[in-house]
């Protein structure tokens, strides 16, 4: 076999590093397994952006979640669960530019510890507990992350 095919075959695919933040309920004082949270990330194409989707879409489009580091659990009311890091990221992306850079991080980091550090939350029934992760996506994709398949019991 010559050197040119040698090298051809073996040759790995470049590597895509994308950060995101991973955010998941608490149930009964316990966190919801890895796979049921919902994966945060900005596009580098698109700064003002958050793109949001599921675990499974980020594995189902090849990639590997890894260097996951717990920022914080909040307290929050229930109609907010969905919203409330997105509007965070979104705030702290009209001062940053290049995306999900680590002024980004610092200001969703701040916010976590002022929710955390708030006083007086009513013990309503409609309040929740997220738990706010930061990590890294690894994939081959320079811009996608998410790849969503047609479910099979569908006709």
């Given amino acids: 076999m010559d050197l040119?095919?040698?090298?051809?075959?073996?040759?790995?695919?470049?590597?895509?590093?994308?950060?995101?933040?991973?955010?998941?309920?608490?149930?009964?004082?316990?966190?919801?397994?890895?796979?049921?949270?919902?994966?945060?990330?900005?596009?580098?194409?698109d700064v003002c952006q958050v793109e949001s989707g599921p675990y499974g879409a980020v594995i189902d489009g090849g990639g590997v979640i890894r260097d996951?580091?717990?920022?914080?659990?909040?307290?929050i009311p229930i109609e907010k669960h969905?919203?409330?890091?997105?509007?965070?990221?979104?705030?702290?992306?009209?001062?940053?530019?290049?995306g999900l850079s680590d002024s980004v991080i610092e200001a969703v980091q701040t916010r976590i510890d002022e929710v955390g550090h708030s006083e007086a939350l009513s013990a309503e029934d409609n309040m929740m507990e997220l738990d706010v992760f930061r990590a890294t996506i690894v994939n081959r994709s320079e811009d996608e992350v998410f790849l969503y398949h047609k479910p099979n019991s569908f006709p």
């Fill in 4 to 45: 040119w095919l040698k090298c051809f075959c073996l040759r790995k695919p470049k590597k895509y590093y994308h950060p995101c933040f991973l955010v998941g309920p608490v149930i009964r004082g316990k966190p919801v397994e890895y796979f049921n949270r919902r994966v945060l990330r900005v596009p580098a194409a």
């Fill in 68 to 75: 996951v580091q717990w920022m914080g659990r909040i307290t």
């Fill in 82 to 98: 969905l919203s409330i890091v997105d509007n965070w990221v979104n705030d702290a992306l009209d001062s940053s530019v290049g």
